[in-house]
């Protein structure tokens, strides 16, 4: 009968010095990821900065009514409407708003 073979490693303790530097290593490359996704993300919205997130295309029109701004894509066909965040709310408490809104959209396809 053929006996097994066992092979054993003993690992002397281990750097600190190497822990430290790997530790610090690994931090960098996450923050240069981290960076590098801001960036990418924010080249993305500038490359994008009005374009329709319905239909794609750079039609977007901006409408100020108050401090609320709306913004409506001009495409033939699509008609989107964008809010940034908060604004629903905004206009949800204010019914006034609402109808100017209406109004100055509905001038848009006259």
């Given at each position: 009968?053929?006996?097994d073979i066992l092979t054993v490693c003993i690992q002397?303790?281990?750097d600190r010095g190497e822990l430290y530097f790997k530790d610090e290593d690994e931090k960098l490359i996450k923050?240069?990821?981290e960076k590098a996704a801001q960036e990418a993300s924010?080249?993305?919205r500038e490359e994008h900065?009005?374009?329709c997130f319905r239909c794609g295309t750079p039609s977007l029109v901006e409408i100020d009514r108050g401090d609320i701004k709306i913004d409506i894509c001009v495409n033939e066909g699509c008609g989107a409407i964008h809010l940034d965040p908060g604004e629903l709310e905004?206009?949800?408490k204010n019914e006034q708003v609402i109808?100017?809104?209406k109004k100055s959209f509905l001038a848009l396809f006259k």
């Open positions: 009968m053929a006996k002397s303790e281990v923050r240069l990821r924010k080249k993305y900065m009005n374009h905004k206009i949800l109808g100017n809104i």
